[in-house]
């Protein structure tokens, strides 16, 4: 079963529009973890956020914020006043708890991914 | 400070050869992952490292196999390589001591096409 699923598999905006990355989990541990991170065509991901399951605050930097719910599990992104540079594929993760019951991360569960295609 | 360095950045490899990727996280993390990204199964987990111990292991055949030496840095190996094994391999690493705020750090990947 999937654990991370984004619905939204190809997103194209002009620039300064806002765009809003969807994002729905699935886990049967009460601790958990989430993140975004974002791919350019380099390749390598880019560590957007983390956030913990027991703080549904949601959190905003710069253009960037993040809506937590844990009623709905999802994890949804917001990009305000999009720019070009933001153009690249973003991807939603999960780790659940290491089996140990430590706070290490063990492996992460990633969504198929978002490709966002901001135009001048 | 160094970020996470995978080395070859591309590899082009033949039906039944083996390869060898590398792989030196970021000074003083002791974790090491390793990613496979392909445009139809998209980012699956491999294996994780900690302690020269291999902690956590994905859905791959026994063809993958990885090790983690004293200075943490990692190599991955795969054997009697296929055709689908033509994928971005990326490597990951973290402090790993239980910090409240841990989160991983990937390298820009290994480029690996199977002809």
């Known amino acids: 079963a999937q654990k991370v699923t984004q619905a939204q598999t190809e997103i194209s905006v002009v620039e300064k529009e806002d765009v809003t990355l969807d994002c729905v989990y699935e886990t049967r541990d009460t601790t958990y973890y989430l993140f975004w991170y974002k791919q350019p065509p380099s390749g390598e991901l880019v560590f957007l956020i983390r956030?913990?399951?027991?703080?549904?605050q949601n959190e905003i930097s710069g253009r960037y914020s993040w809506n937590f719910q844990k009623s709905t599990s999802s994890f949804n992104f917001t990009i305000t006043a999009s720019q070009v540079v933001d153009s690249a594929v973003y991807f939603c993760?999960?780790?659940?708890?290491?089996?140990?019951?430590?706070?290490?991360?063990?492996?992460?569960?990633f969504g198929r991914g978002t490709q966002l295609t901001v135009w001048p | 400070k160094a970020g996470v360095t995978q080395t070859p950045r591309y590899l082009i490899k033949t039906r039944g050869q083996q390869v060898t990727l590398s792989c030196s996280p970021i000074s003083g993390h002791r974790s090491v992952s390793w990613y496979q990204q392909t445009p139809g199964q998209g980012l699956q987990f491999l294996f994780e490292?900690?302690?020269?111990?291999?902690?956590n292991k994905g859905n791959f055949p026994g063809r993958f196999s990885g090790r983690q030496f004293s200075n943490s840095r990692s190599e991955m190996n795969v054997s009697t390589l296929e055709l689908g094994d033509s994928a971005l391999y990326l490597c990951?690493?973290?402090?790993?001591?239980?910090?409240?705020?841990?989160?991983?750090?990937f390298g820009s990947g290994t480029q690996l096409s199977v002809l």
């Open positions: 993760a999960l780790s659940e708890s290491h089996p140990r019951g430590s706070s290490t991360l063990g492996r992460l569960y």
């Open positions: 990951a690493s973290s402090l790993d001591y239980g910090h409240y705020n841990e989160k991983l750090f």
């Open positions: 956030r913990n399951s027991f703080d549904e």
């Open positions: 490292y900690f302690s020269e111990t291999q902690r």
